[in-house]
């Protein structure tokens, strides 16, 4: 029997056309009855450049990053990969991403800080390792 962790799993669902599909994996009248889902806002940061950036600029930077041996592959692979439809915020509140297109400016700092904080109160050892070099190379 093959286990598989469930970003593997969101990971594959994404590439097979997910974001396309998005309307048809919720019914409306569902939608209208669920829970509110917060928007993601952008804060930009002088002092950093992974505040408003596109996910076509970070998975342009990260591969720069991972060819010259400054990350590892585990930490580029989450650096490439898609943002799921939905995310954590700290106060456990549901974020909508969905909007968030690879021409989409995105404060990524402050998203891998949150999923970096919910997979260590989670205990999820092996996702807080690569979230921690994520983070560390976005400076925070």
Known sequence: MEISSLRSLSSSFNRNGGRDNK???VPAERKAASDP????EVTEDPESPYTSITPSQLREMAVESFESGE???ETYAALADELPMQA????????DLSEITDD??????????????IAMTMGDDQSAKVLKSVVAFLGI
């Open 23 to 25: 309307d048809l994996a």
């Open 37 to 40: 889902v917060y928007q993601f």
């Open 71 to 73: 990350i590892d592959q």
């Open 88 to 95: 954590l915020d700290r106060q456990g509140q549901i974020i």
């Open 104 to 117: 989409t400016p995105f404060d990524f700092q402050d998203y891998y800080k949150n999923q970096l904080e």
